[in-house]
């Protein structure tokens, strides 16, 4: 042993995905005093070195960072509310919405196809997506009968080519909808990324991880108003 730095309990391991989760949490670390040393984009390396020779990040899928800190292979991540909701969230503390990755998830069909008119006639809805969890609570709660269609991409596709009646599907702007002759026809609900804690992690390196959380809520505050 070679004093307090060689503790494990002072490493730390965060799960980010490329692209977008990862350009909004570079400030957020910043503000916590973490500098990322190395670009995903441009690196092949799948773990990432910061200022921080304790502090390391792991680049996996977006659906994959739930199941990497929930098994504690990572202390702690970032991952959307829908990636959230189809995981379960088990083994996870989600101690702050972040405020980050920002958008909505809605339902959306073929320009022209009278999603009303099939929701009042009660007709059996064919529904593609990649959010089986959330479309399936979505159309209960309605009292919509619907075939859910597994999917994980390119959703706006399936209306196009008769797979689907509508998708359920991550919309921002709508421009990826209007490229695709779709509509917007029902909201469900906004989506915004998520801090997430191994719940173990938490209790044991609750020194190193309290005062990043800290600065994650302030600078995501500070976000929300600016
Ligand atoms: P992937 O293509 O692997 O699903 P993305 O970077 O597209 O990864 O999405 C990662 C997360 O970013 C999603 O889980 C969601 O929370 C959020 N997200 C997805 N699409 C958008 C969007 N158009 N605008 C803002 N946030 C989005
Ligand atoms: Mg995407």
Sequence with gaps: ????????????????????????????????????????????????????????????RATDVPTYVQHGAADFGVAGKDVLIEHGG????????????QCRMSVAVKSGFDYEAAVRQGARLRVATKFTQTA??????????VDLIKLYGSMELAPLVGLSDAIVDLVSTGSTLR???????????????RLVVNQAALKLKRARLQPIIEAFERASKARKQG
């Design 136 to 145: 399936r609570e979505h159309f209960a709660a309605k009292g919509v009968h």
């Design 1 to 60: 042993m070679s004093g307090f730095n060689s503790d494990a309990n002072n490493q730390l391991i965060l799960a980010l995905s490329k692209g977008r989760i990862f350009e909004d949490t570079l400030p957020l670390l910043e503000a916590a005093g973490i500098t990322v040393t190395e670009n995903p984009e441009t690196s092949r390396k799948l773990i990432l070195a910061t200022n921080d020779p304790n502090v390391r990040v792991l680049i996996v």
């Design 90 to 101: 088990e083994g996870l503390y989600q101690p702050v919405d972040l405020q980050i990755a």
């Design 179 to 193: 490229a695709n002759n779709l509509v917007e026809v029902e909201e469900i609900m906004d989506i915004s990324s």
